[in-house]
């Protein structure tokens, strides 16, 4: 069963930086897209990174720049640098997996709450 582990959140000041985490289980890495997505308060979930399998990057508008997404095959872990935080980077960010090559994503984490403070 493939699990997705988000760590890494937390309360800060507009500015400061974070680095979240997700550790995958019972799914290779190399051969998934992964991404990061979040949900503010009374907002939809909104996708913020993606890293392909074969490490292609793509960000949202919203936090080119600032967010760099990684990944450490050898760790089966992913993350989520986010530099220069914003107020409105403030919300719940999960972590998602799909299979290579795959259009969707079928697995997600449980969301690291993530409050930047102005």
């Given at each position: 069963?493939?699990?997705?582990?988000?760590?890494?959140?937390?309360?800060?000041?507009?500015?400061?930086?974070?680095?979240?985490?997700?550790?995958?289980s019972?799914?290779?890495?190399?051969?998934?897209?992964?991404?990061?997505?979040?949900?503010?308060?009374?907002?939809?979930?909104?996708?913020?990174?993606?890293?392909?399998?074969?490490?292609?990057?793509?960000?949202?508008?919203?936090?080119?720049?600032?967010?760099?997404?990684?990944?450490?095959?050898?760790?089966n872990?992913?993350?989520?640098?986010?530099?220069?935080?914003?107020?409105?980077?403030?919300?719940?960010?999960?972590?998602?997996?799909?299979?290579?090559?795959?259009?969707?994503?079928?697995?997600?984490?449980?969301?690291?709450?993530?409050?930047?403070?102005?």
């Amino acid at each position: 069963q493939v699990q997705l582990v988000e760590s890494g959140g937390g309360l800060v000041q507009a500015g400061a930086s974070l680095r979240l985490s997700c550790v995958v289980s019972g799914r290779t890495l190399s051969n998934s897209d992964m991404g990061w997505f979040r949900q503010a308060p009374g907002k939809e979930r909104e996708f913020v990174a993606a890293i392909s399998w074969s490490g292609y990057t793509s960000y949202a508008d919203s936090v080119k720049g600032r967010f760099t997404i990684s990944r450490d095959n050898a760790k089966n872990t992913v993350n989520l640098q986010m530099n220069n935080l914003k107020p409105d980077d403030t919300g719940v960010y999960y972590c998602a997996s799909g299979r290579r090559l795959s259009t969707t994503y079928d697995y997600w984490g449980q969301g690291t709450q993530v409050t930047v403070s102005s």
